[in-house]
């Protein structure tokens, strides 16, 4: 009986020892130790880099010039901006500085040393955004012509932009901006006009709708308008030979280009990962229409064989698109001329009116539309 009572008791501990086992092991097991805090967000890119090839039969300069109008005109922009500061609680907000160049290559150049090569631009800039709304900036660019064409011409492109979608939010904006191009040195920049010591002031609006907002489409619409006004010895300084004869003076005004257009934008995320940058498509269709004669006159001087002067009474002149204005820090730079083989010239019945049509994909540093 003693037996069976002490065996009883054995067994009895052994299964509450194996129970308090089980359940000790359980309790391990359902035990998971606290998780770690997130990694912080690595901080935003404050390099941004940015590369266009742009193809066109034609290339007209943001004041005017045509430069060339035949053969294939490939322009490749290229550059980095540094952004150095950024605070939007403070009175100014962002400080960014830029360096970049510009290439243009002309098919039927064919010169013996440079061959296609027909321009080099590097430019300098600084830009920042004040109370929020206001963005404002100065570039220093030099205009470099490998063939010689023209002796070295430094300018400096001070601007200011209100940039109303930051204020409203809204799907539609305005964009005004006023911007001076003033010629420190060198040649003219228009061929005729002064030669150093001059300027012209770029006087705009860019309307944009962001279908984005309203839709979710990644699109676009623009239409970009400006007018150039200045001294008129910024577009002649004197130069004759607008008429039959070559002593025929030219139209003299203070009004240089007026400018307006369509412009398309889509980006393309849902293509290219953003991980290899913001690319975006972009195109669009311009007109341009000069008051002065001088332009004219200007193009036939550029032209590597003499030219027969243009008649003094009204004419269609063949001028191309060059939708670009000097002014895009962190896009697709500048000098956004041309189209892959498609660009539509069309022959309207007013003195040297110009249009086109545009098309670009490009990559650059992700940035809304710039004047």
């Excluded at 800039?125 to 063939?147: H, M, N, R």
């Excluded at 064409?149 to 305005?174: K, M």
Aim: aromatic share 12%.
């Amino acid at each position: 009986m003693t037996f069976k009572r002490v065996a009883a008791a054995c067994v009895g501990a052994a299964l509450s020892l194996a129970i308090a086992s089980f359940g000790s092991g359980a309790s391990a097991a359902d035990w998971t130790p606290p998780k770690e805090p997130p990694p912080p967000a690595p901080p935003p890119l404050d390099i941004h880099g940015f590369f266009d090839v742009t193809f066109a039969n034609d290339y007209m300069t943001p004041r005017g010039l045509l430069v060339t109008n035949t053969g294939l005109t490939t322009q490749i922009v290229s550059g980095l901006t540094f952004s150095l500061y950024k605070n939007p609680d403070t009175w100014i907000n962002s400080f960014s500085v830029t360096v970049g160049t510009f290439n243009d290559l002309w098919s039927q150049q064919n010169h013996v040393q440079v061959g296609s090569w027909n321009e080099f631009d590097w430019w300098v800039s600084a830009d920042w955004t004040i109370a929020k709304y206001w963005k404002t900036g100065v570039t220093y660019i030099t205009f470099l012509s490998p063939p010689g064409n023209f002796r070295q011409e430094r300018n400096i492109e001070p601007y200011i932009r209100f940039d109303d979608g930051a204020l409203t939010g809204w799907a539609f904006t305005i964009n005004p901006y006023v911007k001076l191009f003033y010629a420190i040195a060198g040649d003219s920049t228009v061929v005729v006009g002064n030669q150093g010591d001059t300027y012209d002031v770029e006087i705009g609006i860019v309307p944009t709708l962001d279908l984005k907002k309203i839709t979710g489409v990644p699109l676009t619409i623009a239409a970009p308008t400006w007018v150039t006004v200045g001294p008129s010895s910024y577009w002649n300084r004197g130069v004759t030979g607008c008429g039959l004869a070559t002593t025929t003076p030219c139209s003299l005004s203070n009004a240089g280009v007026f400018t307006t257009g369509l412009a398309l934008k889509e980006t393309l995320d849902w293509l290219v990962p953003t991980r290899w940058g913001t690319w975006y498509a972009k195109g669009g269709v311009r007109v341009a229409s000069s008051t002065t004669t001088s332009s004219t006159i200007a193009c036939c001087s550029l032209r590597p064989s003499p030219a027969p002067r243009i008649p003094s009474q009204p004419r269609t002149a063949r001028f191309g698109s060059a939708m670009g204005a000097w002014a895009s820090r962190s896009e697709c730079f500048r000098h956004e001329a041309g189209r892959p083989n498609a660009r539509i010239v069309m022959n309207l019945p007013i003195r040297d009116r110009m249009s086109g049509f545009s098309f670009t994909i490009c990559r650059g540093a992700n940035a809304p539309w710039a004047i």
